[in-house]
């Protein structure tokens, strides 16, 4: 369970930052938010999907067919392929408001990360209390992660106010069982092949074209990530699991 607190001088002045060593907390993740900014590195590793969030639908890493589990983390808990989510790469560190009414993000760490220390690790504040560059370098991080997820709700605006999304359901078949995955939605090539030349000016005048063709590519990894089921823990017979309509971690 979460322990979400404020970075301050008085309370973590003589705590250390340790580094990644285990990625077992991203495990139980069988879906991880995804900034419009890594559709880029995402496109060749894992499908990108939308999962609906309140009145929009936002995109998310698709990392695994049962809930609680990350097809793609090992037995040593390390990633199969060679790019994180930034949504777990930002672990401890996550920018935040205090109270519900503020306008204002502060920098928070999650205390039950297990990623402070008082012995090892690099401090994160000098003696005079200046951040020092681990902690420079955590706020910068978690500050762009911030100011990029704007990018992704701008992109979930554009696809709702069209209506360019579809159910994606997912049937995956083996000797055993047959699983379904329901909830997921994804960009309708057809609606999107006879859209209103204005509308698509502005999805283009938008940036969003690059990341709807990354989405549309990167669902052809839907049967490489099936094919971590062979090598996967064996799952119990599963009928249909259907995602909830807001989807929260």
């Known amino acids: 369970m979460s322990e979400i607190h404020p970075v301050s001088f008085q309370r973590h002045g003589k705590k250390r930052l340790l580094p990644i060593s285990s990625w077992s907390f991203a495990a139980t993740h069988h879906l991880a938010p995804l900034l ?21 639908a936002l995109p998310f890493a698709l990392l695994g067919f049962h809930e609680g589990k990350n097809l793609l983390i090992d037995q040593k808990n390390q990633w199969v392929v060679d790019y994180i989510p930034a949504y777990f ?3 401890p560190f996550l920018m935040a ?4 009414e503020d306008t204002e993000y502060v920098l928070c760490v999650d205390e039950a990360a297990g990623l402070l220390s008082d012995v090892d690790g690099a401090l994160l504040f000098d003696e005079d209390g200046n ?3 681990a902690l420079d370098h955590a706020f910068n991080f978690a500050a762009q992660y911030l100011r990029q997820s704007a990018a992704s709700e701008v992109l979930a605006g554009l696809l709702q106010e069209f209506d360019l999304l579809e159910p994606f359901p997912i049937q995956l078949k083996d000797e055993k069982q047959t699983l379904k ?18 509308a698509f000016l502005r999805l283009r005048a938008a940036g969003a074209l690059a990341p709807i063709y990354a989405h549309l590519y990167s669902l052809g990894s839907v049967a490489t990530l099936a ?17 909830p309509d807001s989807f929260k971690f």
């Open 89 to 91: 790469r930002r672990v």
């Open 36 to 56: 419009v900014a890594e559709f880029s590195q995402a496109v060749r590793r894992f499908p990108i999907v939308f999962v609906r969030q309140g009145e929009v």
């Open 97 to 100: 408001r205090q109270r519900p």
């Open 131 to 133: 951040k020092s560059e």
């Open 227 to 243: 094919g971590r089921l062979q090598v996967a823990s064996p799952q119990p017979p599963t009928e249909a699991f259907t995602l």
């Open 181 to 198: 995955i329901e909830g997921l939605l994804r960009v309708s090539e057809e609606k999107l092949n006879v859209l209103a030349d204005e």
